[in-house]
């Protein structure tokens, strides 16, 4: 059995043949009765995997969910246009890193749907709205928004330079306002976070995404329940029993 220990691929995950605790049955459920959710849990907790497993699964790649839940209940795997944007990476203690994140994001968009490259004519919020309306119009499917960790370019000055947090603070404002106007063009929208974004005040403005935070339907959406420990790491946990001389309960 091998571990996917710091893997957040998904389809490396799947194609390397590492352990994968099935959440697909749930993603399902959150794609098919929504559309604009918001998820908070602590770092290092599954997020960046959760939004890995939705990008592959609006990319259509019905491949990597051979013999997962979601293989018998999803009988069309249309391909979307996703926008990911991942936070995770990024130093924003560092002046300007936001703004270069997004203006990188943006551009490539812009260059892979046939836009001129927007920067310093329109805002972060215009161009991206504008790109997710060419994408529908291009390919005839809304498109679909995941953004992870999306109150970190925050969280990292928070209480240490009041200015570039005030900075990232309207960066970022005018970059989710896009989410005001776009509703036609929009598929779904994911954001996670370890913070409410009723806290950050970034949304003002814009129609709230349903916070699943605490909703029991999603309650298990990462992580690892006892339950699942106990089915899909059942010979490991056997093996670890006989090396320490006690039963598998105790184990």
Not at 131 to 137: D, V, W, Y
Not at 183 to 188: G, P, S, T
Not at 230 to 246: G, K, N, V
Request: proline share 3%.
């Amino acid at each position: 059995m091998k571990y996917p220990i710091g893997i957040q691929s998904f389809d490396r995950i799947i194609e390397d043949g590492y352990v994968y605790v099935d959440k697909t049955d749930m993603i399902y459920s959150l794609v098919s009765k929504g559309s604009i959710y918001f998820l908070s849990r602590p770092r290092r907790f599954g997020k960046s995997l959760l939004v890995s497993t939705l990008k592959n699964y609006f990319l259509g790649r019905k491949e990597l969910f051979q013999g997962l839940a979601i293989d018998k209940l999803e009988k069309d795997w249309n391909v979307y246009p996703v926008f990911h944007v991942d936070f995770n990476g990024g130093n924003f203690s560092n002046p300007d890193e936001l703004e270069q994140k997004l203006n990188f994001c943006i551009s490539e968009w812009e260059k892979q749907y046939g836009l001129p490259v927007r920067y310093g004519e329109l805002g972060y919020g215009d161009r991206f709205a504008e790109i997710i309306k060419t994408a529908h119009l291009q390919t005839g499917r809304r498109a679909v928004v995941l953004i992870d960790e999306y109150d970190k370019p925050i969280l990292d000055v928070l209480d240490l330079n009041q200015q570039l947090e005030d900075r990232h603070r309207n960066v970022l404002k005018a970059f989710y306002s896009v989410f005001k106007g776009a509703d036609e063009h929009l598929q779904f929208v994911l954001l996670t976070g370890v913070t409410k974004f009723s806290q950050v005040s970034v949304f003002s403005g814009f129609n709230q995404p349903e916070d699943i935070s605490m909703d029991i339907r999603y309650e298990t959406l990462c992580g690892i329940t006892q339950k699942e420990l106990e089915s899909y790491f059942a010979e490991p946990i056997a093996e670890m029993a006989q090396d320490y001389r006690c039963d598998t309960d105790e184990m």
